[in-house]
């Protein structure tokens, strides 16, 4: 079963606008993260939010977790045409020896 | 700090013939280092685990006959593609692990493409 689903699949929003992105998940977490790659390009990492936290905040980056509820969101606000990236979520399962289990990722088109 | 970095960061080569790819931690030893892979417009697919001086460890559809990884180093593990062929085209992303609850950190990836 797919870890880690993201939702949207495909944001557009304006400069400016918040975005949201979603992550869901199926199995028990020792934490999510959040990463972000430029077409083409590496994996830059965003943020880490451990399974006994409930939010977290870098920057204009605010992460959500809900264990009960196997679900985690990104808020990004105040975007710039420079955040324009696919986002993934990724899980750090119980039991997994620290193997990430990556969405299949959201494609954020932020427009000047 | 934190810093991974790939070689070669892009390749073409001939069907049949093998490719090497390195990943190094260049600022830290990394206790572990991850292999994955990604097709275009999808998602990253762990390939294998790797631990210095031991053997890797391939997620289950992966051949490890023919993505052989070596991990000679706390900084260097390298994954050859053996005999390759156009279906191998991808990109390849090594992580890199110091341990205890600390986060992967990513290389930049090597785009390989098969002819």
């Known amino acids: 079963s797919q870890q880690g689903e993201e939702d949207p699949q495909a944001l557009s929003i304006q400069e400016g606008e918040n975005a949201t992105m979603n992550c869901s998940y199926k199995?028990?977490?020792?934490?999510l993260q959040w990463y972000r790659q430029n077409s083409g390009r590496g994996l830059v990492h965003l943020i880490l939010i451990r399974s006994n936290e409930r939010e977290k905040h870098s920057g204009r980056l605010r992460v959500t977790l809900d264990t009960s509820k196997k679900s985690s969101s990104l808020l990004i606000t105040a975007s710039r045409a420079a955040d324009t990236a696919s986002y993934f979520c990724a899980t750090d399962d119980t039991g997994a020896n620290s193997k990430l289990t990556f969405g299949k990722g959201i494609t954020l088109s932020v427009r000047p | 700090g934190a810093v991974v970095s790939q070689h070669p960061s892009w390749v073409i080569c001939k069907s049949g013939t093998s490719v090497k790819i390195e990943c190094r931690s260049l600022?830290?030893?990394?206790?572990?280092m991850f292999w994955y892979r990604q097709f275009p417009k999808q998602s990253l697919m762990l390939m294998a685990t790797s631990n210095e001086g031991s053997k890797a460890t391939y997620e289950q559809g992966v051949e490890k006959d023919k993505f052989l990884i070596n991990h000679a180093s706390l900084t260097l593990s390298t994954l050859t593609v053996t005999s390759a062929h156009p279906e191998d085209s991808s990109f390849y992303i090594c992580s890199a692990w110091r341990g205890g609850g600390d986060t992967q950190y990513f290389g930049p990836g090597t785009r390989l493409t098969v002819l």
């Open positions: 600022d830290f030893q990394a206790t572990t």
């Open positions: 199995t028990s977490i020792n934490n």
